[in-house]
């Protein structure tokens, strides 16, 4: 199993960022599909989430209206949209996968991609 974040990097406040997280070696479309960020000296926090049945989605109240999530089943890749940057977005943002089967939970990371937002 895989999960592998590209697209972080550097940019300016008010600025864009694509984020991309490529899933193998499971069954990608049976999965919800979130991102996750963490900032120094904080705990991890959910971003955004879309599911797998219905692509229903949900995200932080912090990136509402700015961030948006999605996700191609045909190309196993879901990706974070964030627009309108702020230097408070600046975290390692990482992409989860996750399916509960009867009693189990799949529970899949990324390793993370860093985004940074300075002048």
């Known amino acids: 199993v895989q999960l592998v974040e590209s697209g972080g990097g550097l940019v300016q406040p008010g600025g864009s960022l694509r984020l991309s997280c490529a899933a193998s070696?499971?069954?990608?479309?049976?999965?919800?599909m979130s991102w996750y960020r963490q900032a120094p000296g904080k705990e991890r926090e959910l971003v955004a989430a879309m599911r797998s049945a219905g692509g229903s989605t949900n995200y932080a109240d912090s990136v509402k209206g700015r961030f948006t999530i999605s996700r191609d089943n045909a190309k196993n890749t879901v990706y974070l949209r964030m627009n309108s940057l702020k230097p408070e977005d600046t975290a390692v943002y990482y992409c989860n996968a996750r399916r509960l089967v009867l009693w189990k939970e799949y529970d899949y990371w990324g390793q993370g991609t860093q985004v940074t937002v300075s002048s």
């Open positions: 070696g499971f069954t990608f479309s049976t999965y919800d």
